[in-house]
C-alpha cells in the first residue's frame, strides 16, 4: 500500500515538473502559477481583513447599546409604551384601526374597540403581547354581530 501511494506521489511530482519545467511553455506557466497564487493570496487578504473590520463594527455597536442603555429603555413611561403599541400594532393593514382603541395604565395595556371575529380579538391580543415593555394586556374588545 504504501508502494502505491509513493509510486502516484512521484509519478504526480514528475508530470508537475514537466508541466512547470517545459522548454516551450515552462516559464509562461510558472509566471502564470505565481499570477495565481498572487491573486488568491491577496483576495484571501481583503477577506480576511474584510471580516475584521466588520467584527469590529459589531463589538463597538454592541459596545455603544450597552453604554447608552438608559432606566428608560428597560421600563418606558405610558406614554411612550402606549405609543409604541400602536405603531407596532397598526403596521398590519388587517387590522380595524379606526374601531380599535389603547390605552396603557401602569404598565398595563388596555384593549377596547370592536372586531369582526375571535380570531381577530385573539390576534390584536398576541400581537401586542409582543411588543417589548408590555407587562400585561386587559383585553375588552368585543366582537361586533
Not at 9 to 15: L, T
Not at 66 to 89: I, K, M
Amino acid at each position: 500500500m504504501r508502494r502505491i501511494r509513493y509510486l502516484v506521489f512521484g509519478a504526480a511530482a514528475g508530470g508537475l515538473a514537466v508541466y512547470l519545467l517545459d522548454p516551450d511553455r515552462g516559464r509562461s506557466r510558472r509566471s502564470e502559477l505565481v499570477q495565481r497564487g498572487g491573486g488568491i493570496a491577496r483576495r484571501i487578504q481583503r477577506k480576511g481583513e474584510r471580516s475584521v473590520r466588520y467584527a469590529a463594527s459589531q463589538a463597538e455597536g454592541l459596545q455603544q447599546k450597552a453604554s447608552h442603555r438608559t432606566v428608560e429603555d428597560q421600563s418606558p413611561t405610558d406614554e411612550r409604551l402606549r405609543e409604541r403599541v400602536h405603531s407596532q400594532l397598526f403596521r398590519d393593514p388587517n387590522l380595524p384601526k379606526g374601531d380599535l382603541n389603547i390605552n396603557v395604565e401602569h404598565g398595563k395595556v388596555v384593549l377596547r374597540g370592536h372586531v369582526a371575529d375571535e380570531e381577530m380579538r385573539r390576534r390584536v391580543e398576541a400581537e401586542a403581547r409582543r411588543i417589548d415593555g408590555v407587562d400585561a394586556i386587559e383585553n375588552l374588545i368585543r366582537i361586533s354581530g
